[in-house]
């Protein structure tokens, strides 16, 4: 049952209606039968397997001495099952594996550190992992989060639920209108490289670090919206990452569960570990845990290469960062200048680490930046082959984008906000926008083909 599909916007409905209906102590194990209802749509065997993984980590959080353990069998089931394409065996990822695992592996990292007491309760802990608007992609919630707002049970208020609809109409449009229209454009250029070289390389240089922007904070925006229907807030995902000043700056608004969970159980364990070698074990530190991080998404060489090019990032921004600060302190002009080229730099270097993301060789990486580089012309006649593609529209991409980020821009700004607390233009200006984003996401779904265009972090 893909997000994006009126099948799950009447499930959501329905279980958020039970939720308001039904009685504090029954709404825990409304969401796990919902949870696993929507789980089994995918595939009654993962969801057994789900379920194994779950219950390896609750009982192996009973007793503290075997949490590494359970981390253990957790890890080894992930990567047996992240290996199985690249052994070529035609099996299915399971839906959520790399997401559901992290959440109970921190779980008993905490409980191996002691840093949380066991969790005694099995029905929330079941909950806590198969959580239906967080199975798909994320984000990456932890227990001590996740379960008390369980536990309290609260019936949703009007503010919240409006504002989660207005989240959820906000992920589609991101979906529908900006990551759906650039996809066709960005896989043309990755699928006729040779064809046209230069500048209309770039579009699909620029576009589809846009286009994954677009269509994984799309995804967020829908599992919080949903999530805050039955009374769960969860982590944010992304801050306005394009408008980072630094490579180190983009990873802490960019996946910003990923990135705060390898952080905490990977970066700063090895960085403690590696400290009395200096500068040489943070650059370590710094190249294992991206490395991780490009695995994470798949056995790949171009993803390991992705980590490896976003730590040569990292690595240069962190043994700079002294110098760069004396600098700054002696020509303070330098300093402003930085505020607005950082940014721009940052991006392009973000494209650049993307290419290797996107392309399905080492080979077409090579291809891509030999042919961005080749030359500019013929331009008008490769330019309208590339934008023509059935199901480009690149004619609203641009009003698309700006709506994209000004409507980013509101919900950073009055996500935390109660209505009460805006003044009465403000609170009818956002009952009049959730209206109107009501019935441009219906507008969407009867037009739109989307259920052929899954999610990309959706695999992973």
Same mark, same amino acid.
């Given at each position: 049952?893909?997000?994006?599909?009126?099948?799950?916007?009447?499930?959501?409905?329905?279980?958020?209606?039970?939720?308001?209906?039904?009685?504090?102590?029954?709404?825990?194990?409304?969401?796990?039968?919902?949870?696993?209802?929507?789980?089994?749509?995918?595939?009654?065997?993962?969801?057994?397997?789900?379920?194994?993984?779950?219950?390896?980590?609750?009982? $192996? =959080?009973?007793?503290? +001495?075997?949490? *590494? /353990?359970?981390? #253990?069998?957790?890890?080894?089931? !992930?990567?047996? @099952? %992240?290996?199985?394409?690249?052994?070529?065996?035609?099996?299915?990822?399971?839906?959520?594996?790399?997401?559901?695992?992290?959440?109970?592996?921190?779980?008993?990292?905490?409980?191996?550190?002691?840093?949380?007491?066991?969790?005694?309760?099995?029905?929330?802990?079941?909950?806590?992992?198969?959580?239906?608007?967080?199975?798909?992609?994320?984000?990456?919630?932890?227990?001590?989060?996740?379960?008390?707002?369980?536990? $309290? =049970?609260?019936?949703? +208020?009007?503010? *919240? /639920?409006?504002? #989660?609809?207005?989240?959820?109409? !906000?992920?589609? @449009? %991101?979906?529908?209108?900006?990551?759906?229209?650039?996809?066709?454009?960005?896989?043309?250029?990755?699928?006729?490289?040779?064809?046209?070289?230069?500048?209309?390389?770039?579009?699909?240089?620029?576009?589809?670090?846009?286009?994954?922007?677009?269509?994984?904070?799309?995804?967020?925006?829908?599992?919080?919206?949903?999530?805050?229907?039955?009374?769960?807030?969860?982590?944010?995902?992304?801050?306005?990452?394009?408008? $980072?000043?630094?490579?180190?700056?983009?990873?802490?608004?960019?996946?910003?569960?990923?990135?705060?969970?390898?952080?905490?159980?990977?970066?700063?364990?090895?960085?403690?570990?590696?400290?009395?070698?200096?500068?040489?074990?943070?650059?370590?530190?710094?190249?294992?845990?991206?490395?991780?991080?490009?695995?994470?998404?798949?056995?790949?060489?171009?993803?390991?290469?992705?980590?490896?090019?976003?730590?040569?990032?990292?690595?240069?921004?962190?043994?700079?960062?002294?110098?760069?600060?004396?600098?700054?302190?002696?020509?303070?002009?330098?300093?402003?200048?930085?505020?607005?080229?950082?940014?721009?730099?940052?991006?392009?270097?973000?494209?650049?680490?993307?290419?290797?993301?996107?392309?399905?060789?080492?080979?077409?990486?090579?291809?891509?930046?030999?042919?961005?580089?080749?030359?500019?012309?013929?331009?008008?006649?490769?330019?309208?082959?590339?934008?023509?593609?059935?199901?480009?529209?690149?004619?609203?991409?641009?009003?698309?984008?700006?709506?994209?980020?000004?409507?980013?821009?509101?919900?950073?700004?009055?996500?935390?906000?109660?209505?009460?607390?805006?003044?009465?233009?403000?609170?009818?200006?956002?009952?009049?926008?959730?209206?109107?984003?009501?019935?441009?996401?219906?507008?969407?779904?009867?037009?739109?083909?989307?259920?052929?265009?899954?999610?990309?972090?959706?695999?992973?």
């Amino acid at each position: 049952m893909s997000f994006t599909s009126a099948a799950f916007l009447g499930f959501l409905g329905g279980v958020a209606l039970l939720h308001a209906l039904l009685p504090r102590v029954a709404r825990a194990p409304l969401l796990l039968i919902a949870s696993y209802a929507f789980y089994a749509l995918y595939s009654g065997y993962y969801a057994l397997l789900l379920l194994a993984s779950t219950l390896v980590a609750f009982l $192996a =959080g009973r007793v503290r +001495s075997a949490a *590494l /353990a359970g981390v #253990a069998l957790l890890i080894a089931a !992930l990567v047996l @099952f %992240k290996a199985l394409p690249i052994l070529g065996v035609g099996a299915l990822i399971p839906l959520g594996i790399s997401y559901y695992t992290f959440k109970l592996s921190a779980y008993l990292i905490d409980r191996h550190w002691g840093a949380v007491e066991s969790e005694g309760r099995l029905v929330p802990f079941l909950t806590f992992t198969a959580f239906f608007p967080q199975i798909v992609g994320g984000p990456i919630q932890r227990a001590p989060d996740f379960l008390p707002q369980l536990a $309290a =049970g609260s019936r949703v +208020s009007p503010d *919240l /639920a409006l504002k #989660a609809v207005m989240r959820i109409c !906000l992920g589609f @449009f %991101k979906k529908f209108v900006v990551a759906d229209n650039l996809a066709p454009i960005v896989n043309y250029v990755y699928a006729h490289l040779g064809a046209h070289p230069g500048a209309p390389v770039l579009l699909g240089f620029y576009g589809y670090p846009l286009q994954m922007y677009a269509d994984f904070s799309g995804l967020t925006d829908i599992a919080l919206g949903a999530g805050a229907l039955v009374g769960i807030i969860g982590p944010e995902n992304f801050a306005a990452p394009f408008a $980072a000043p630094s490579p180190s700056e983009y990873w802490r608004r960019w996946h910003m569960s990923l990135t705060t969970w390898m952080v905490d159980y990977v970066f700063t364990p090895l960085r403690m570990a590696l400290r009395r070698f200096g500068n040489a074990g943070l650059v370590a530190s710094l190249f294992i845990n991206m490395i991780l991080i490009g695995l994470w998404h798949g056995f790949y060489l171009t993803f390991a290469l992705f980590g490896v090019v976003h730590a040569c990032y990292m690595t240069i921004d962190a043994l700079t960062q002294k110098a760069r600060k004396r600098l700054y302190k002696r020509h303070p002009s330098l300093d402003r200048l930085t505020d607005v080229l950082g940014p721009l730099i940052t991006f392009h270097l973000i494209a650049v680490a993307f290419v290797f993301f996107r392309a399905d060789s080492v080979a077409t990486v090579g291809a891509f930046f030999a042919h961005l580089t080749a030359g500019l012309e013929p331009l008008a006649p490769a330019f309208h082959y590339i934008i023509d593609q059935p199901g480009s529209s690149i004619g609203v991409l641009g009003a698309a984008l700006v709506l994209m980020e000004a409507g980013d821009w509101v919900r950073r700004r009055f996500w935390s906000v109660p209505l009460p607390g805006l003044p009465r233009w403000g609170r009818w200006s956002l009952v009049a926008a959730t209206g109107l984003s009501i019935l441009l996401t219906a507008a969407l779904l009867m037009t739109s083909s989307s259920e052929s265009n899954p999610f990309l972090y959706a695999i992973f």
